[in-house]
C-alpha cells in the first residue's frame, strides 16, 4: 500500500505526454491491438505478393505466381510450367492502443507508427502432366510494435527509466500439390508447416531507489495448416474457385521471468513461469471469380470468411478471453495487360487497380479497413517485376488506423 | 523417541520444496527450537517430526496442523524454510505455471475457490458477490459449520489485494481459506473456530488491476476503470464512501494519479461491492490486507485525531504484532493509519466509521521498497502466512470470545446491527 512519493508522482505526471479527448466509446478491453494481434490486420489469410496485392488483394482465382497456393492450391495446375519468385514489401501500420500504451501507463498524443521491411515470400512451382507441384516460404505475420523508451531527469540526474520491446514473427513454409481433373477443372491440396517466434522485454528502473523491475517473455511458435481448394472454368475466361484452410493449432512454447533487482538487497526475487500454449486457430472459407472481360482485361473478386467466433487463444497456460465475431474480407480488382514493343523487345506492362474492406473481429470496437490498391509491373521474356501497393484505412475504434503495404516481387516463368 | 536421520538438511529441504510446489494443498515448512533437555522431553512424547539436531537446535518438519501442535506445547520455534530450503529445480512446475509463477491469477483463484466449495460442502460456501467492469466476478468464500445457513455466530470478514500488485494479498486470504477446511477434521481447535463463527474470506477485490499486473504492467495499482481524461484507474482503497474526499492529502481529485478517488464515493463495482457484503452481513471485526511495510494500521486514516475505540484497537494491533513475532522473526508496527500519511475513502475507516466494529489493516512484508517492495519471492509466501496465522485466529477468537459475552448481537455504543441479507451463492 505504500505510495512512493513524492519523486515518481511527478514522474508519472511526466509519463502521460497529452492525453486527446478520445472517443465515447469506453474501450476497457484492448481489442484492436492485442498481444498477439498481427501488425495491419488480424486477417492475414492469405499472404499476398505484389500482383495479387495491387488487384484488389484477390487471389483465389488468379494465378499470378506460386504464392497463389497458399490461398488456392489448385492454381499450381494453371500456373507456367515452372516459375520462381520472391517478394519484398514494406509494410507501416499506425497503432494506439498497446501493451502499457494508452492502457494506463503511457499516453500518447498521436497515433504510433510501425514500419516493417521484409523479404517475405520466396516461392517456385511446376509441371508435369496433369499435375503441379508448388513450394513457398512466407512471412505471414508479424507481431512487432513500436518500442518505448522513456528516461527521466532531474536536476541532470537520471532518476527513473522504463524500456519495452515487442517483437514477432510467423512464416509458413508451405507445400502445394495440384491436379488438373478435366481440361476445366483442378483440385489441391496444400500442407504448412508454421514456425516463428515472440519476445518481449519490459525494463522499469528506478534508479533513485536503487532498483530495477525486468519481465521477460519468449514464445517458440508452431503449427501446422491444411488447405484446400478447387478452380472451375465453365466458360472461356471465367474462373470461379473455392477455398479451405481448416482450422488448426498453433502451439507456444513459452517462458518467462519476472525479476526484481536491488543493489543493497542482494539476491534478486526471480518469478518463472513455463507453459506448453495452444490456440486454436480458425477455418478460413474463400471464394473467388476472374472473369476475362476484354482482351488483356481481367477482373478478380475475392470473398473470404473468417470463424472468429470459435478462436482459442491460450497465453502462459491460461486461456484468454477475446471476444470476437466471425469476420469476411472483399476484394475487387481489376488487371489490364497491354503489350508495347520497346527497343524491339515485345513487353507487356500490368496495371492494377482495386479496393477492398476487411472487417476486424472484434467485438468492441467493431471496426474494418477499407482500402484501395494499385500495382504495376512489367513482364519481359521470361521475368517479371511486379509492384503492388495497398493502402487501408480502419474505421470503428475511433482512431482512425491506416496500414500500408508496398510489395515488389521478381519472378521468372517459363 | 527422537530419532536424528543422517540427512542433509539441504537435501531434504529442496524435497520438500518440490513437493510444495507439486501439491499447493499441503504446504510444509521448517521450524528450529532451542535443543534444551525440557523441549526434547516434550517433543519425544509428541508426533512431530524431528529432523535433525544441529548447532544447539531441533528441526522439525512441520505438515499441515502441526504449528498448533508445536503451539500447544509452549515451545518458542522459527520457521527455517526460507534459510533452509533450496530453490525448486526449473523442472519443477512452478504451483500454477504462468507469468505469475506460483501467485494466483483471476483465473487460478477462482478455480481454486470453486475446488475448495465442492471439496468441503459441509463448511464452505462459494458466493458470487458482483462483477466487475472487466467482466470478472469477486468471489467470497464462507466457511462455517452449515454455511448455507445464517446462524447467529460472530463474523470475521478477510479481505484480500484491492491493489493490484500486491499479489502476496491474494495468497494469505486464500492459504487462511484452505488451512480451516484442511484443518477442520484434523484439529479441535479449528473445528471449534470453524464451528462456532462465520469466516469470510474476499481474497481477490481488484481483479481487473491484478490481471492487468500480471500480463502487463507490473506495478499497476488501481482498478480499471477508463476516466473521463483518458487516464485509467481508481484507487479502490480511496473510494469508500466514509470521510471520501476528505482532503487533497489523503486522496487525489486527480484521474491520471495513482490515489485517484474516484467520481463520488462507491463509484466503483469493487467497492460497492463489499459495501454491500458489509451491510448484509454482521462483521465482527475486518481485515484488509496490503504489502509492504510490515505495518498493523487501524483506524483513523482521514485525521490525525484518534478514533474513538483507539485504545481497543491499538491493544488489538500490537496483540497481533506479538503474536506474528515469534514465527519467523520479523516485527510488525502497530500504529494507527495516519501515522505515515492521511488517507481518506479507505477501507479502515469505512468499516469502523459506518459498521463501528474494529478494522485493520496488515501491510504484509518486506519491510521496504528495496528489499521487494510489492514483489514477494514465491518461496515467501507459505512464511508470510504462516507468521500472519497466529493473528487470525487471534482475530476469529476475539470474536467469539465477545460474541459470547455480549450476547446475540449487543454492540455497545455501536450502530445497530444490520439485517442480514441474501447474496448470490454458487449453486
Redesign the interface.
Known sequence: ?????PVL?PC??AL?LA????SVR????QGQYE?EAPVGSWNTFPFLTAPSLGRGETSYAFASDSSCTLANPALAARLPKLTLGLNGSLRRATIFRF??V????F?SRENLTIDLSALDWGGLSFRFGRWAVAFNAALIETYDRPPIAFDYYEEGRLLYSYKWNQTGLLRTFHLSLARELRPNLTVGLGLGLLSGSTGLT?E?S?AY???V?R?D?DQDLSGFTMNAGILWEPLAGLRLALAVRAPFIAKAASE?A?S?T????GAP???????RDKSRLPATVGAGVCWSALPRLQWAVDLTFIDWMSYRFQY????K?RAFRNSWKLGTGVEYEPEISLWGAALTLPFRAGIVYDSQPMRDPRSGVLGWTVGTGVAWNHLRLDLGASFGSENGSGRKLRTTRTALALGYRL | MITVRRAAAALIASALGFLASTTPLVPQDIVSVRATEENKAKLARSPLDLLMEWDHKLYLVLAPGDVSRLQSLGIPFALETGRLAVSPPPSAALSQGGLNGAYHSYAELERELLDIARDYPAIAKLFRLGTTLEGRTIYALKISDRPELNEDEPEVLFLGCHHAREWITVEVPLLLARYLTGEYDRDENVRNRVDSAEVWIVPLVNPDGLEYSIQTYRWWRKNRRLNDDGSYGVDLNRNYGYQWGADDEGSSPAPVSDVFRGREPFSEPETSIVRGLCESRDFRVAVSYHNFSQIILYAWGWTRRPSPNAAEYAAMAARMADLIRPVNGRDYTPEPACSLYLTNGDTVDYITGTLGIPAITIELPPLDIVHGGFMNAESDISSVFAENLPAMLYLIDDARQKFAASGDGERPGRPAKPKKGKLDALK
Do not use: C, K, W
Open positions: 500500500m505504500r505510495i512512493i512519493r508522482l508519472l505526471s502521460a492525453v486527446l479527448p478520445l469506453a474501450q476497457l478491453v498481444t501493451g502499457p494508452n492502457t494506463g501507463v499516453t519490459s522499469e528506478y531507489a536503487g532498483y523491475i519481465d517473455r518467462s519476472l526484481y536491488s543493489v543493497s538487497a526475487i526471480v518469478i518463472r513461469g513455463s507453459s502462459f497456460g491460461e486461456t478471453t
